[in-house]
């Protein structure tokens, strides 16, 4: 089983719609849990951080996490053709003692269509 | 705030010769760096991580001897290829954490071995 799983997509949304992702992730004691945005060809970008059980927004964005069931998600309202990236989960697993290391799954490619 | 550069942004080597590729932080002290690869279309690969003034952690199955990193200060670390082969041919990311736990990437570096 990997350590920090993701659907690899693509997932398809018309513009202006609600596009959700899903993480799961393996290790119960992980306390960090990450959303980054890739590009074709560019490096990934930080978009939020969520440490605590239930929603964080931030602006068009949302991130839920529900530690007891181990999964992370990002809600991406009113998707723009700009949203169209790779959508990259990751979590810290481990911590200070794993040299607070991330664990990227593998990425969910969302396509927004005009 | 939470800048990190990344040069050369693109180099071409020919075989056996080494590489040098610079990460900085631009406006914040990174405690920790970290260096990863990417190949087309595939996740994020953690090659190591490095703290200022000490030895860089190696993950499992890089070469030290290969991929050199030296961290000399709060805002600058260095990954050399040396000997490069064209399967080492890829894209080269780091990360710099401001606090213990966020990750910003620098743009990347593509290398390609000839």
């Known amino acids: 089983q990997k350590e920090v799983e993701q659907n690899s997509g693509p997932l398809s949304v018309p513009e202006g719609a609600i596009a959700s992702l899903n993480c799961t992730y393996s290790?119960?004691?992980?306390?960090?849990f990450f959303w980054y945005r890739q590009y074709s060809g560019k490096s990934p970008e930080l978009i939020m951080s969520?440490?605590?059980?239930g929603d964080k927004e931030d602006g068009r964005f949302t991130a839920q996490l529900n530690k007891a069931s181990q999964y992370v998600s990002l809600l991406i309202r009113d998707s723009q053709p700009s949203d169209s990236a790779t959508y990259l989960c990751?979590?810290?697993?481990?911590?200070?003692?794993?040299?607070?290391?991330?664990?990227f799954g593998g990425g969910t490619r969302v396509l927004v269509k005009p | 705030g939470a800048v990190v550069s990344q040069h050369p942004s693109r180099v071409i080597c020919k075989s056996g010769t080494s590489v040098k590729i610079e990460c900085r932080s631009l406006d914040f002290q990174a405690t920790t760096m970290f260096w990863y690869r990417q190949f087309p279309k595939q996740s994020l690969m953690l090659m190591a991580t490095?703290?200022?003034?000490?030895?860089?952690?190696?993950e499992q199955g890089v070469e030290k001897d290969k991929f050199l990193i030296n961290h000399a200060s709060l805002t600058l670390s260095t990954l050399t290829v040396t000997s490069a082969h064209p399967e080492d041919s890829s894209f080269y990311i780091c990360?710099?954490?401001?606090?213990?736990?966020?990750?910003?990437f620098g743009p990347g570096t593509r290398l390609t071995v000839t």
């Open positions: 969520i440490y605590s059980n």
């Open positions: 290790d119960r004691g992980s306390q960090s």
């Open positions: 990751a979590v810290n697993i481990g911590g200070k003692a794993a040299g607070n290391k991330l664990t």
């Open positions: 490095s703290n200022e003034g000490s030895k860089a952690t190696y």
């Open positions: 990360s710099a954490s401001r606090w213990a736990y966020e990750q910003y």
